[in-house]
């Protein structure tokens, strides 16, 4: 079986987690900071705090940025359900906005339409690891002094301008789930520029909980326990080093797609702008005949290569249909979602089953 994603872990990686699990702190000790510090390093924000995971990390995000009950967040359907499920765990509305046939991120053009006087926050994804219009959603951000939210769960060591990912919007988000960049099993980190924000976070994370002057636990405030452990921390400062091999090694993958199925004239292959270097999360094609997505998904499985859909509308999920969403569409969005399949996109995809992919969708069609 292909799968679309699978993580790498080498030698140093079991290294790095058995000395720290044979070390004086499993939890909470030295790794913790050492791999936030690293974080921070490497994308250019002042602050990086860890989370057990990428939904985590996206609750403490929205819970510093203050986003409370009524408050409406503006947000790209097409994501995974934990970006708008933790919008609806602050009491919050997700309000969402279309998204762009080119690149399938949220369409900056459609953002200001929908503000009103209750919008808190603008929350975007950067789709299968392509930075959004980062300059132009920031403007948008601080004429209508709204908090401007990125959830690159796709997109760590992603460039935007010739900048990495992470410093840029209020708050950024990162996910360490196998599939994505680089993993600690589960994790997640958000990085900000904003130290009260940061100082917020670490708190909310642990209990909110802080030492009184005796060493006694007193809490502040209301808080979880999303804390990473310290296994997790060794585990993913070794592989945030291998990071840009890995993004390089994505690279490759998507020039062999971009040579094998480049003059195939059926389906759509992904396209990146000029401003941004794609971390390549994902590899999304889309079919020109949306009739044929489920017969090409189904005979691609029945020979071992497990396609998948990076996303339905999150709107079209039973519970958000059941929700108060019962009647949002979207134009693009739902046109992509009847068209767009994932195909398997991970460093160490061999590049004849690469091949074997190819033939098989070609196959398909002759
Ligand atoms: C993976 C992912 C998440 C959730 O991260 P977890 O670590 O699985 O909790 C959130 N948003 C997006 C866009 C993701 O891809």
């Given at each position: 079986?292909?799968?679309?994603?699978?993580?790498?872990?080498?030698?140093?990686?079991?290294?790095?987690?058995?000395?720290?699990?044979?070390?004086?702190?499993?939890?909470?000790?030295?790794?913790?900071?050492?791999?936030?510090?690293?974080?921070?390093?490497?994308?250019?924000?002042?602050?990086?705090?860890?989370?057990?995971?990428?939904?985590?990390?996206?609750?403490?995000?929205?819970?510093?940025?203050?986003?409370?009950?009524?408050?409406?967040?503006?947000?790209?359907?097409?994501?995974?359900?934990?970006?708008?499920?933790?919008?609806?765990?602050?009491?919050?509305?997700?309000?969402?906005?279309?998204?762009?046939?080119?690149?399938?991120?949220?369409?900056?053009?459609?953002?200001?339409?929908?503000?009103?006087?209750?919008?808190?926050?603008?929350?975007?994804?950067?789709?299968?690891?392509?930075?959004?219009?980062?300059?132009?959603?920031?403007?948008?951000?601080?004429?209508h002094?709204?908090?401007?939210?990125?959830?690159?769960?796709?997109?760590?060591?992603?460039?935007?301008?010739?900048?990495?990912?992470?410093?840029?919007?209020?708050?950024?988000?990162?996910?360490?789930?196998?599939?994505k960049?680089?993993?600690?099993?589960?994790?997640?980190?958000?990085?900000?520029?904003?130290?009260?924000?940061?100082?917020?976070?670490?708190?909310?994370?642990?209990?909110?909980?802080?030492?009184?002057?005796?060493?006694?636990?007193?809490?502040?405030?209301?808080?979880?326990?999303?804390?990473?452990?310290?296994?997790?921390c060794?585990?993913?400062?070794?592989?945030?080093?291998?990071?840009?091999r890995?993004?390089?090694?994505?690279?490759?993958?998507?020039?062999?797609?971009?040579?094998?199925?480049?003059?195939?004239?059926?389906?759509?292959?992904?396209?990146?702008?000029?401003?941004?270097?794609?971390?390549?999360?994902?590899?999304?094609i889309?079919?020109?005949?949306?009739?044929?997505?489920?017969?090409?998904?189904?005979h691609?499985?029945?020979?071992?290569?497990?396609t998948?859909?990076?996303?339905?509308?999150?709107?079209?999920?039973?519970?958000?249909?059941?929700?108060?969403?019962?009647?949002?569409?979207?134009?693009?969005?739902?046109?992509?979602?009847?068209?767009?399949?994932?195909?398997?996109?991970?460093?160490?995809?061999?590049?004849?089953?690469?091949?074997?992919?190819?033939?098989?969708?070609?196959?398909?069609?002759?």
């Amino acid at each position: 079986m292909i799968s679309y994603g699978r993580q790498s872990i080498g030698d140093d990686d079991v290294r790095a987690v058995v000395s720290t699990l044979m070390s004086d702190f499993i939890t909470q000790g030295p790794k913790v900071t050492e791999f936030e510090t690293a974080l921070a390093n490497y994308c250019g924000a002042f602050h990086c705090a860890v989370a057990s995971n990428g939904t985590a990390a996206l609750h403490l995000a929205y819970l510093a940025a203050g986003i409370c009950k009524d408050d409406e967040v503006i947000v790209t359907p097409n994501t995974f359900v934990a970006t708008t499920n933790m919008i609806l765990a602050c009491g919050a509305k997700p309000v969402f906005c279309d998204i762009r046939s080119d690149t399938y991120n949220i369409d900056e053009g459609k953002i200001e339409e929908l503000i009103t006087k209750n919008t808190r926050a603008i929350v975007v994804v950067d789709f299968a690891g392509q930075p959004c219009n980062l300059d132009r959603i920031r403007e948008i951000a601080n004429k209508h002094k709204l908090v401007f939210i990125e959830d690159a769960c796709h997109a760590l060591g992603a460039d935007y301008k010739g900048r990495k990912v992470g410093g840029l919007a209020d708050f950024t988000i990162f996910s360490f789930h196998p599939v994505k960049g680089i993993t600690t099993g589960e994790g997640g980190a958000i990085l900000t520029n904003n130290k009260d924000a940061y100082e917020k976070m670490c708190l909310i994370r642990s209990h909110g909980v802080v030492k009184d002057e005796n060493g006694f636990n007193i809490m502040t405030e209301f808080g979880f326990n999303y804390r990473l452990t310290d296994i997790q921390c060794a585990l993913g400062l070794s592989q945030l080093k291998k990071l840009d091999r890995f993004i390089t090694k994505r690279h490759a993958v998507v020039q062999a797609y971009e040579r094998e199925l480049g003059n195939f004239d059926k389906i759509i292959l992904p396209k990146t702008t000029d401003e941004v270097r794609s971390a390549w999360h994902l590899y999304v094609i889309r079919v020109k005949d949306r009739e044929k997505r489920l017969p090409l998904h189904h005979h691609l499985r029945s020979k071992g290569i497990l396609t998948n859909l990076h996303y339905p509308a999150v709107y079209n999920n039973p519970y958000y249909r059941k929700n108060g969403f019962g009647d949002v569409a979207l134009a693009n969005m739902d046109l992509y979602a009847e068209t767009a399949i994932t195909i398997p996109c991970y460093p160490d995809l061999p590049i004849e089953q690469i091949k074997f992919i190819c033939n098989e969708i070609c196959s398909f069609y002759n």
